[in-house]
Structure formats: structure tokens, C-alpha cells
């Protein structure tokens, strides 16, 4: 994996750790292990996606900081270069 | 309401690309005008046409890598 790949596996690891610990803690909202874990995913989270985004351009619509130009439109988007 | 992530949720890597059941697949999803497909799609509620296009190729490269698990 190129590091443009590997930046983005991190993101979309602790992006999936978060959103699913997120959905058990739904039904289990007292539950501490729970809790800490996404915590933890959480702020690993946020920095995996400053990271990826501080090299390779916005992952969402409000996070483009380009005064340039709009380069969100840049790619390569998700379903591309897959099969190389 | 929705928000568009410039990511996949999980890791995809398609071995053997089978684009004819894919396209039976979002036959069923709703055509061009349709409106379920807005609703699968968890698209904003007002996209320019070209980025709808570009949105739903997502969800079609999404698909074909649930085949292989058919």
C-alpha cells in the first residue's frame, strides 16, 4: 500500500471501530469499557482524519481549507484506482 | 440531514468484477429519476446532477464487492 492508502486504512479503521462501538453503546448507554473504547477510537479518529486530510484534501463537504480553489472535486474518489 | 464522506466504510478490493449482476442489482435500486434512489443513495437533498452521477458510482463499486460474497 502506497501511504495515501495506508493514511486512508486509518481513518476508515477507527472511523468503523467508532461507529460501531457507537451502535452497542446505543443500547448499552452505562456501559464504562464501552465508553472508554470509543473515547479512545474517538480521538484517535479525529487525528487520523487531521492527518489524512492535511496531506490529501477534504473528506467532507465542510472540511475544505483550500483558499485556492474547490478541491473537493479533486480525486481520486473512493471507487477509483481500486483495481491496479 | 446526510453528509458525503470521501471514504468507504470498509476496505474493498474486488477480485473477480461481475458488472452483469451488478447491473441487475441497480435495476432494482431505482433508475436515473426515481426517487429511491435519492433515498438509498444518503445523498444530500439537492445534488447537481454530475455530482449525482459521481455519488451513485460509489454505491455501485460498493455493490459489486457485495457480490463476491454471494
Redesign the interface.
Known amino acids: 500500500m502506497n501511504e495515501r492508502e495506508k493514511m486512508?486504512?486509518h481513518?476508515?479503521m477507527h472511523?468503523?471501530a467508532v461507529?460501531d462501538v457507537g451502535l452497542f453503546l446505543d443500547s448499552h448507554p452505562h456501559n464504562q469499557k464501552a465508553l472508554q473504547y470509543y473515547h479512545e477510537q474517538q480521538k484517535m479518529l479525529q487525528e487520523a482524519v487531521r492527518a489524512y486530510q492535511e496531506k490529501f484534501g477534504?473528506?467532507?463537504?465542510?472540511d475544505v481549507t483550500n483558499q485556492k480553489m474547490w478541491n473537493w472535486i479533486d480525486g481520486p474518489?473512493?471507487?477509483e484506482g481500486?483495481?491496479e | 440531514m446526510w453528509s458525503y464522506e470521501k471514504k468507504l466504510q470498509y476496505p474493498v478490493h474486488i477480485k473477480n468484477p461481475d458488472p452483469a449482476a451488478a447491473k441487475i442489482i441497480i435495476t432494482q435500486l431505482g433508475g436515473l429519476n426515481c426517487k429511491n434512489r435519492y433515498t438509498s443513495l444518503k445523498s444530500r437533498t439537492q445534488l447537481r446532477p454530475t455530482l449525482l452521477l459521481l455519488y451513485s458510482m460509489h454505491f455501485i463499486q460498493l455493490l459489486k464487492n457485495f457480490l463476491q460474497f454471494l
Open positions: 486512508m486504512h481513518v476508515c472511523s468503523l461507529f477534504p473528506l467532507t463537504h465542510n474518489w473512493p471507487w481500486e483495481n
